[in-house]
């Protein structure tokens, strides 16, 4: 079935460091891919997403490009701040007739920045 | 005027009890969602209502029941809690489940401790 694989965190890094965490997915059609984020004690949020290949998501200085020929969506940020400490997920929407729309998550990477 | 509220924030009950999780949005979605994010964040759907129709039962076991009075609200009913009930459980929503660019809008999650 249709699956996200992200790498495994913790990932520390020191304030204005370049930040990639890698997403991988599988999948039978097209999916959209999204990148949520999960601050401390709250629900996630949207990041960004890209609906077809080639598309790229950005927001808040992230940036993630869909890669049909590699499979991934991995996020970048050139700079990352203390604020970006977080959680982030990546997922795809799952189109398996009745799932459609449903998101299929990775299991998180969690990313702490040290001032 | 939060988007997708879920009750309790916290709930802190014995092994064998039966409880209740609330959920309501008001963002005039058609699709509602329950997710459990275990102790390692891994995000999993649960169930998923269109329009107060069932959608999406994951091999949940049958204690879990959703119930859904409206498309606004679904809420989540369990019975004979166990042990690894534990978990955080968020509810989510989103304007159409065919639209696969369609981003799930999610509550702040309920900390279910089972004692």
């Known amino acids: 079935g249709d699956s996200v694989t992200q790498m495994e965190g913790p990932v520390t890094l020191s304030e204005e460091a370049f930040l990639t965490i890698n997403c991988t997915y599988t999948?039978?059609?097209?999916?959209?891919l999204f990148w949520y984020v999960q601050y401390p004690g709250e629900g996630l949020q949207l990041l960004l997403k890209?609906?077809?290949?080639?598309d790229k998501g950005s927001n808040k200085g992230f940036e993630a490009t869909y890669r049909k020929e590699t499979t991934s969506f991995h996020l970048e940020k050139g700079s990352v701040q203390v604020s970006d400490s977080a959680v982030y997920f990546c997922?795809?929407?799952?189109?398996?007739?009745?799932?459609?729309?449903?998101?299929?998550f990775g299991k998180g990477t969690k990313l702490s920045v040290k001032p | 005027d939060t988007a997708v509220s879920q009750t309790p924030k916290y709930l802190v009950t014995q092994m064998g009890n039966d409880k209740s999780i609330k959920c309501e949005q008001n963002?005039?979605?058609?699709?509602m969602y329950w997710y459990k994010q275990d102790s390692k964040k891994f995000l999993k759907i649960m169930f998923s209502?269109?329009?107060?129709?069932?959608?999406i039962n994951e091999t949940v076991p049958n204690r879990f029941s959703p119930k859904s009075p409206d498309k606004a609200h679904l809420n989540l009913h369990i019975n004979s809690l166990e042990l690894g009930d534990s978990a955080v459980y968020f509810c989510?929503?989103?304007?159409?489940?065919?639209?696969?660019?369609?981003?799930?809008?999610f509550g702040n999650g309920t900390r279910l401790t089972v004692t």
């Open positions: 999948a039978t059609g097209y999916p959209s």
């Open positions: 890209a609906t077809k290949a080639d």
């Open positions: 997922a795809l929407s799952d189109q398996r007739g009745r799932s459609q729309g449903n998101l299929i």
């Open positions: 989510a929503s989103s304007p159409d489940r065919g639209l696969y660019n369609s981003p799930l809008h």
């Open positions: 209502y269109n329009n107060k129709e069932l959608i």
């Open positions: 963002l005039g979605h058609d699709t």
